[in-house]
């Protein structure tokens, strides 16, 4: 059993956390906060052990009657890994932690992509994480893009991508984030998305643009892609339809918008309600002129969970096929 210890138990850590429990090669050591608050609390009353991530907050714990079992450095003693989902650029500041005590470690989109030996992404390069210390996986938005573009290059001759993203203002629990009523464009461009897309897809050529809404349940991205030979739209949506964590979705059942998607993930019943695949629509999917069109959109708060588990193997080299990790995870958390 590989040992892992999740510092930083935000929206991705809790999920990832979550997702350890459910695997039957590696156990949750425990959790680490940096203040006793309501995620604090969740984290006890799953029976996780939590650990503080800054020692002298100890007191902040003990004057809330929240029981921890020692500080970031006492957790790190008792794992093989640590998957940091510390907010962005943290956890680079947390790596030395991890090297003094000679353990492995998972970083988060947030982070840079020098920070690690290799940005991760299970279909894209698993085998290129295979006994890595230090692997980082791509953002949500990233992993979205990675999962419907990676199928295609098995299939087609591509030229140029162009993908617009509509990014969410805010995660569901950020209430202090925004825009509420207004469009942002994301004046860099062309954004970082692309060039973040070839930390695990090289060879291909991309540019993306990106502006945020006022919503905080999904991204949505709309991507055009020159086809250099005659593939039809039939032969790429049978693709997608063959790629784990890639849903086909048609407005004809319903999903005319992300508020549907996420209707539709509740109900499943998984952890916090979410969709770890990325639903593309099927009915808006087309070919004109050599470029196909599509629209997909992105769960940012848990896309990237299956992945972290996927990384975890690969890193400690537990599954060295990344198919059987990719099966084992779905199974794992319900994706079919
Ligand atoms: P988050 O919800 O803000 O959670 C961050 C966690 O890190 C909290 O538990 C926080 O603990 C802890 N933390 C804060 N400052 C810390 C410090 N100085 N040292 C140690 N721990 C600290 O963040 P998140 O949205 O989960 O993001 C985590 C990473 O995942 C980032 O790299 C982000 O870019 C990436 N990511 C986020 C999303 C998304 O949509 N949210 C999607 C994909 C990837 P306290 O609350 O106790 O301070």
Redesign the pocket.
């Given at each position: 059993m590989i040992k892992v210890g999740v510092?930083?138990?935000?929206?991705?850590?809790k999920r990832v956390a979550y997702a350890i429990t459910k695997q039957d090669d590696m156990e949750l050591v425990g959790i680490?906060?940096?203040?006793p608050?309501f995620?604090?609390m969740t984290a006890i009353e799953k029976n996780h052990d939590v650990y503080c991530?800054?020692p002298e907050n100890i007191g902040l714990f003990e004057r809330r009657g929240m029981e921890i079992r020692g500080t970031?450095n006492d957790l790190i003693e008792k794992c093989d890994v640590i998957v940091d989902?510390?907010?962005?650029k943290?956890?680079a500041?947390?790596k030395p932690l991890y090297e003094k005590a000679g353990i492995k470690a998972i970083?988060?989109?947030?982070?840079k992509a020098d920070t690690v030996q290799c940005s991760f992404n299970a279909l894209c390069n698993y085998e290129e994480a295979i006994g890595k210390d230090y692997v980082r996986?791509v953002?949500?938005n990233t992993?979205g893009l990675a999962r419907t573009i990676r199928p295609m290059l098995d299939i087609a001759d591509i030229g140029r991508i162009r993908a617009v993203l509509v990014r969410r203002a805010a995660?569901p629990?950020q209430s202090k984030k925004g825009p509420i009523n207004a469009i942002v464009p994301v004046t860099k461009v062309p954004s970082h998305h692309g060039p973040d897309l070839k930390t695990v897809l090289p060879n291909i050529d991309i540019v993306s643009m990106a502006v945020a809404v006022p919503t905080t349940i999904m991204h949505l991205h709309t991507i055009m892609v020159e086809l250099k030979d005659n593939i039809s739209k039939d032969e790429i949506i049978e693709a997608w339809g063959k790629t784990p964590r890639v849903k086909l979705i048609s407005s004809e059942d319903g999903f005319i918008s992300t508020a549907e998607i996420m209707e539709y993930a509740r109900a499943l019943g998984r952890y916090m309600g979410d969709l770890y695949e990325i639903p593309v629509w099927e009915d808006a999917t087309n070919i004109k002129d050599n470029e196909l069109y599509y629209i997909q959109a992105v769960h940012?708060?848990s896309?990237?969970v299956p992945e972290n588990i996927d990384a975890i193997r690969a890193i400690t080299g537990i599954e060295k096929n990344a198919r059987k990790s990719i099966e084992k995870t779905n199974k794992s958390l319900g994706i079919r």
């Open positions: 510092n930083g138990y935000g929206v991705i850590g680490a906060k940096t203040k608050d995620n604090a991530s800054i970031i989902a510390t907010p962005g943290i956890g500041k947390n970083f988060e989109g947030g982070e996986v953002s949500c992993t995660d629990v940012q708060e896309d990237v």
